[in-house]
Nanobody, 121 residues
């Protein structure tokens, strides 16, 4: 049994900053890619940032330069630091991880429960 437990999020004014954290807990052999997605009302879920097990990151242009993703492989955590937030960043943010629970498995996808980020004008 594996769980992704998110923390952070909340209400912030435009131009402000927030930090999201996500901890993977349970029977974990290793973690492949870790990511953050977001979903705004009436819109599809979109990728915000991803980081490989080796630390390579990928972020879309919409958040590049404002958001930073990092991970701690020893603690099985991933964080998203969000600076210069804009009202269009308002969404529910979800943590995602591809996790191997056995040495012979290739990995399965797990999701956090989601945390609300609201950016006001």
């Amino acid at each position: 049994q594996v769980q992704l437990v998110e923390s952070g999020g909340g209400l912030v004014q435009a131009g402000g900053s927030l930090r999201l954290s996500c901890a993977a807990k349970g029977n974990i052999f290793s973690i492949n890619v870790m990511s953050w997605y977001r979903q705004a009302p009436g819109k599809q879920r979109e990728l915000v940032a991803t980081i490989s097990s080796g630390g390579s990151t990928n972020l879309p242009d919409s958040v590049k330069g404002r958001f930073t993703i990092s991970r701690d492989n020893d603690k099985n955590t991933v964080s998203l630091k969000m600076n210069n937030l804009k009202p269009e960043d308002t969404a529910v943010y979800y943590c995602h991880a591809n996790i191997r629970t056995r040495i012979w498995s290739t990995g399965d996808d797990y999701w956090g429960q989601g945390t609300q980020v609201t950016v006001t004008h």
